[in-house]
């Protein structure tokens, strides 16, 4: 299957700042690509969409403002999380869309765990 | 809004049993993913099932996609503590819709 990588794996940083966590799709193009937040023992979290050179669409509830995410190339996404909270706190993932295939197949990175102190 | 519902949401069995978690929709999908996610790391596309009635094998796990395109399931043959997992089915919607609908999870622990 269709490898994703993300960057970092963990993280911690203090309130008040900001942190940048990288989606990177290896061996394929994605032009679009999910970012979701999992609680503990819980489902994903649709958190927002984005599209390679447009905005992204973010789900009802999630600031855009202080959840940036930027999609500048086909393979690779980033979401910004700025003035981090201690709320913040959680495991974020990334996820690409294979369109290259006849069927509709998406794939996770590993995950990003984020700690705001 | 589409909703898949997944049961059981938790189970618990000893090594060597059967087991078969559902998923369950009143909408139609294009296609059924089923995803094994481990503590810390991001969820494994195990599966994907497209046609109504499909049904794949992949070792000991068989998934089924129902006739109606509405349901699917995943049983797994002679469990071991190598399945204990997050597992989570995801529903492609109809008409090209880019995001995903996922189950609320399936947490399955295996005891040796």
């Known amino acids: 299957g269709a490898v994703v990588s993300q960057h970092p794996s963990r993280v911690i940083c203090k309130s008040g700042t900001s942190v940048k966590i990288e989606c990177r799709s290896l061996?394929?193009?994605?032009?679009?690509m999910f970012w979701y937040r999992q609680f503990p023992k819980q489902s994903l979290m649709l958190m927002a969409t984005?599209?390679?050179?447009?905005?992204?669409?973010?789900e009802q509830g999630v600031e855009k403002d202080k959840f940036l995410i930027n999609h500048a190339s086909l393979t690779l996404s980033t979401l910004t999380v700025t003035s981090a909270h201690p709320e913040d706190s959680s495991f974020y993932i990334c996820?690409?869309?294979?369109?290259?295939?006849?069927?509709?197949?998406?794939?996770f990175g590993p995950g990003t765990r984020l700690t705001v102190t | 809004t589409q909703l898949l519902e997944q049961s059981p949401q938790f189970l618990s069995i000893q090594e060597g049993e059967n087991l078969t978690v559902y998923c369950n929709s009143s909408?139609?999908?294009?296609?059924l993913q089923w995803y094994r996610q481990e503590p810390g790391e991001g969820p494994v596309l195990l599966v994907t099932?497209?046609?109504?009635?499909e049904v794949k094998k992949l070792k000991r796990l068989t998934f089924q996609f129902g006739d109606a395109r509405k349901d699917s399931s995943l049983h797994i043959t002679a469990a071991q503590p190598g399945d204990t997992g997050l597992y989570l089915c995801?529903?492609?919607?109809?008409?090209?819709?880019?995001?995903?609908?996922f189950g609320q999870g399936t947490r399955l622990t295996i005891n040796p």
């Open positions: 995801a529903g492609a919607p109809l008409g090209g819709a880019q995001k995903l609908v």
């Open positions: 996820s690409a869309r294979d369109w290259t295939g006849p069927i509709y197949e998406q794939y």
């Open positions: 061996d394929f193009q994605a032009t679009t």
């Open positions: 099932v497209v046609t109504g009635g």
């Open positions: 909408s139609v999908f294009s296609s």
């Open positions: 984005s599209n390679e050179g447009s905005k992204a669409t973010y």
